[in-house]
């Protein structure tokens, strides 16, 4: 009896810690569009793990922004707890830019900045069906 109650807990955390793990940002394989309604493309694809690491970007607050009711942006301040989309709606409001115009902001312009990276919308938005294409 004693086994099978050990047994089934071994089991019961291992699924907790799968769970937890298949949420995390390191997972991520795209941009997750489900707040538009009928997206005109797929999710860019975007694994944030390699990107990061590739990148040489170790400071979340980079993408991750936070700003105050001024408008300066917060230093050493993350939003990488939060979704995007609980920031930035659908279109622009209140001087922030819409949740399309920020993702291409961010990411767009970071690219053109450093002259690096995917700067075309099929370079990230790709038609084809395959894993890429698979949130996490």
Excluded at 79 to 96: A, F, I, K, L, V
Excluded at 122 to 136: D, I, L, Y
Aim: hydrophobic letters at 25%; proline letters at 4%; aromatic letters at 4%.
């Amino acid at each position: 009896m004693k086994k099978a109650a050990l047994a089934g807990t071994i089991v019961l955390a291992a699924l907790a810690l799968l769970c937890s793990l298949a949420g995390g940002q390191e997972d991520m394989v795209s941009v997750d569009n489900s707040v538009f309604a009928s997206p005109r493309r797929p999710p860019a694809v975007f694994r944030h793990e390699e990107h990061n690491e590739n990148a040489g970007l170790d400071d979340c607050s980079r993408c991750h922004h936070l700003y105050d009711e001024k408008g300066n942006k917060l230093e050493d301040e993350s939003s990488e707890d939060q979704s995007c989309s609980e920031c930035h709606g659908t279109s622009d409001e209140n001087g922030r830019p819409s949740l399309r115009k920020a993702f291409h902001l961010n990411c767009k312009g970071c690219h053109l900045e450093l002259k690096q990276g995917p700067v075309t919308c099929g370079s990230c938005h790709r038609w084809n069906t395959g894993q890429e294409q698979q949130k996490s």
